[in-house]
């Protein structure tokens, strides 16, 4: 069954840096829009960043000019770029193709995420 997979996570400083992948075995990323959402500690799943299949990008305010994220559509691979890392940056983080409507609607089931860990 084809499906995204995250990658990269890791444990990382308070203002470090720290380059997540998802990635998959099919066509998923080449034709949808990815969405990277997180799950902190005790919290509910949140939207991160979305770009389109053409590039354009949009971000949470929380992360807005901390994290860029990219596409590689030849690769099949999104990335998120984290940078300036925060300690309430700590999360699971996850990819997902979000709904046209809802950024917060994933149409896909998830995967296993990858955890990122910021110390301060």
């Known amino acids: 069954q084809v499906q995204l997979v995250e990658s990269g996570g890791g444990l990382a400083r308070a203002g470090g840096s720290l380059r997540l992948s998802c990635t998959d075995s099919?066509?998923?990323?080449?034709?949808?829009?990815i969405a990277w959402y997180r799950q902190l500690p005790g919290k509910q799943r949140e939207f991160v960043a979305i770009?389109?299949?053409?590039?354009?990008?949009n971000y949470a305010d929380s992360v807005i000019n901390r994290f860029t994220i990219s596409r590689d559509n030849a690769r099949k691979v999104v990335s998120l770029q984290m940078s300036s890392l925060k300690p309430e940056d700590t999360a699971v983080y996850y990819c997902?193709?979000?709904?046209?409507?809802?950024?917060?609607?994933?149409?896909?089931?998830w995967g296993q995420g990858t955890q990122v860990t910021v110390s301060s």
């Open positions: 997902n193709v979000p709904s046209s409507t809802n950024w917060n609607r994933p149409l896909r089931p």
């Open positions: 770009i389109s299949r053409y590039g354009s990008s």
């Open positions: 099919g066509s998923i990323i080449s034709g949808n829009a």
